[in-house]
């Protein structure tokens, strides 16, 4: 398997103002233009710039060059790559000057890493030191490292290796990692640890968090502000898990009617911890509203009152009459009688430290959120959420909008794209260039044409794309038609996928990309390495006991599956054992993936396209140099031995140009054309414009 390679600086002070991700994209537009003029001038660097994510929306060619001018620098004069990364620092840093600082994004799991400064606060380290030492003391594995020391860089060091942030994954959302995947020796050699980084990362990416600035270099050199960053979001979506109706339904308290459950199902897990949390101190007398989990929280007063009311038998009569520094101690340990772990300090309370507070809100609701058991707002609740297939779905959308580096966090798919304006930003991913965004709105929209106007253009350019839409008007998706909404993602990210590959494909004389040529090229790999499984489609029933992708995982990299952890995948237990390896084996490998194992036993056949498309993915992108190692007695397939005869010798261009159509294999597009012309149907009743999702 080939490894991440880093951009290493000789200024070790600059280079750790970036991030790998950075320092890769910003090398290979400073080596662009040296190609192309022989030599970088500063006169090069605003046109270089102005091409910028960071300048790009902020300022123009010429405004870059009069700051420049500004900060002194001759625009005559040739500079290395090291000085056009001091140069992009000043560049920012005037830009952020400009703005007044950052601005401050709602939701933490968007919060974005700047490369001005980067500062980490000691009390969140200490306390997030405290979460893993309580979470995973008793690990088998980590216990003989743990408890961690916070006064030192033993969190930092210990993440190293990946093993950590891979456990630490798994406590926030139980089983989303098979332990087995795990590389856990003491000592790992750089392809391990490459390997646990990776499936890291993109486990990381499964569960919600944002990955988009971070790659496995930097986590293998354990930047503090990057591992800290990543860690604060994992410990997060645990500490959230339960702030929804379908976890807490007793949550439908909070509203009075049915609008209002629509509008609680939209909101963020910490907007519906604020809501909670006014719920209470209203019925406490407090007057003012919390809007925020830090200015509005300093006193300390909010505290006392939520405390009061939720366990009054340890109430202390003293707390609300005590200066903010004693009232900060003494809810605290009010909160310590409750059982809440202790996530901030009293300072922390003065400071306003957002991220504490909310951790520390968070805990109090998990052990007394003070909510009725009305059962029938209960049972309400429970009929407002989606089955069981919807919400896989809506996930595995959820999740991929997210990975794409969008500018929105999207919390709720079928609420979040109502208005247009994500459905933009992913059609403007997919398909760079193709949205017109002076005719766009961007939220909040307050009229209701406007979001008509954003959802007509989505359609539009869906049907530009050749994604099939008959019958389907951009108010079908303001409506929140799901079935609609899910068709048309699904449309999304198929045709995202078959792009990629496309990109690939530049031995193949520019040919589109089918589903066809997937399931080809799945069967050719497997079989190239002397193994007889074969599917037949990807909805082939014996694709659920997983041992075809394990021997097609193993079929592009020898050395990713250990065979002595695979089952015959014959009994319902042994096919979960063999689903949930092969998800986390193609993690590890380096595909980007959101389906669950359920989705291998129940052969949803998108999943398994997507799935398919990922390992084709990756492997296309491998270089090819016959040097691919030999399997090792661990590599033998329960199905067939294996032989990796001409498995080097393969090149790309044999790889692509082989593909061919295979009529069986088109039953698939043909299936899901199927599916989105039923948008045609002609009734124009409940269901129109929509799509069976099966």
Not at 360 to 386: P, Y
Request: proline fraction near 3%; charge should be negative; hydrophobic fraction near 40%.
């Amino acid at each position: 398997m080939s490894s991440y390679t880093g951009v290493l600086i000789s200024d070790q002070l600059l280079q750790s103002q970036f991030t790998q991700v950075e320092l890769h994209s910003l090398h290979s537009k400073f080596i662009s233009v040296k190609n192309q003029n022989g030599i970088v001038t500063a006169g090069d660097l605003p046109a270089l710039m102005v091409t910028s994510k960071a300048f790009k929306e902020t300022h123009t060619e010429e405004e870059i060059r009069n700051i420049l001018s500004g900060l002194g620098s001759n625009l005559s004069a040739e500079i290395d790559f090291e000085s056009f990364l001091k140069a992009y620092l000043n560049l920012q840093g005037q830009t952020t000057a400009k703005s007044g600082g950052a601005k401050n994004s709602w939701s933490f799991l968007k919060a974005s890493t700047t490369t001005l400064l980067h500062t980490i606060s000691e009390s969140e380290k200490a306390s997030y030191v405290a979460h893993i030492n309580s979470y995973l003391g008793d690990d088998p594995f980590l216990q003989q490292f743990l408890p961690l020391d916070p006064a030192t860089n033993d969190l930092f060091n210990l993440a190293k290796d990946g093993v950590l942030l891979c456990k630490l994954i798994n406590v926030a959302v139980p089983g989303t990692i098979d332990e087995r995947a795990i590389n856990t020796k003491r000592v790992l050699n750089p392809w391990e640890r490459n390997e646990n980084h990776t499936l890291c990362l993109n486990s990381a990416k499964a569960i919600g968090c944002t990955v988009v600035n971070i790659g496995t270099q930097d986590l293998v050199e354990g930047r503090p502000h990057l591992v800290l960053g990543l860690i604060s979001q994992i410990i997060k979506i645990q500490l959230l898990a339960d702030l929804n109706l379908k976890k807490t339904p007793q949550l439908v308290e909070l509203v009075d009617d049915s609008k209002d459950v629509e509008e609680l199902l939209s909101l963020p897990p910490e907007k519906v911890l604020l809501k909670w949390m006014n719920f209470h101190l209203q019925k406490a007398g407090y007057k003012k509203a919390v809007a925020n989990f830090s200015s509005d929280l300093k006193d300390g007063e909010a505290y006392a009152y939520l405390l009061n009311v939720l366990a009054p038998e340890h109430c202390n009569p003293a707390t609300l009459d005590a200066k903010p520094d004693e009232r900060a101690k003494l809810v605290l340990d009010h909160a310590e009688r409750m059982n809440c772990k202790r996530y901030l300090s009293p300072k922390d309370i003065l400071e306003g430290s957002s991220n504490l507070n909310l951790a520390f809100v968070a805990q109090i609701f998990h052990e007394r959120n003070g909510l009725t058991t009305d059962n029938k707002k209960i049972s309400f609740a429970e009929m407002m959420t989606d089955d069981v297939q919807t919400s896989r779905e809506e996930r595995c959308f959820r999740l991929w909008i997210n990975s794409l580096g969008i500018a929105t966090y999207v919390n709720n798919v079928f609420e979040d794209v109502r208005n247009g304006w994500i459905l933009l930003e992913v059609i403007d991913k997919v398909s760079p260039g193709s949205v017109n965004w002076k005719q766009a709105s961007r939220p909040p929209i307050k009229m209701p044409f406007r979001k008509v106007e954003n959802c007509n253009q989505v359609v539009r350019i869906g049907k530009q794309l050749k994604l099939s839409l008959v019958n389907v008007a951009g108010n079908d998706i303001v409506q929140g038609n799901k079935k609609l909404i899910l068709a048309f993602l699904w449309q999304l990210m198929r045709f995202n996928m078959l792009q990629l590959l496309k990109n690939l494909r530049s031995h193949s004389r520019g040919k589109e990309m089918t589903d066809a040529d997937i399931l080809k090229w799945a069967n050719n790999k497997v079989n190239s390495t002397s193994r007889t499984s074969r599917m037949e489609s990807f909805k082939d029933k014996s694709l659920s006991n997983g041992i075809f992708f394990l021997e097609l995982l193993s079929a592009v990299e020898p050395r990713v599956v250990n065979w002595n952890l695979v089952t015959k995948g014959e009994s319902a237990d042994e096919k979960k054992l063999n689903a949930t390896y092969i998800v986390s084996v193609a993690r590890k490998l380096g595909c980007s993936i959101f389906l669950l194992p359920e989705d291998i036993i129940e052969v949803n056949q998108k999943m398994l396209l997507t799935l398919t498309a990922s390992i084709m993915f990756w492997s296309l992108q491998q270089p090819v140099d016959g040097s691919e190692a030999s399997p090792s007695p661990a590599d033998v397939s329960p199905a067939t031995s294996i032989s990796s005869e001409d498995e080097g010798s393969t090149s790309l261009g044999g790889e692509i140009s082989n593909l061919s159509i295979d009529e069986t294999a088109s039953e698939v597009s043909s299936q899901l054309d199927n599916e989105v012309n039923s948008f045609g149907d002609g009734s124009r009743g409940e269901e129109t414009g929509c799509i069976a999702v099966k």
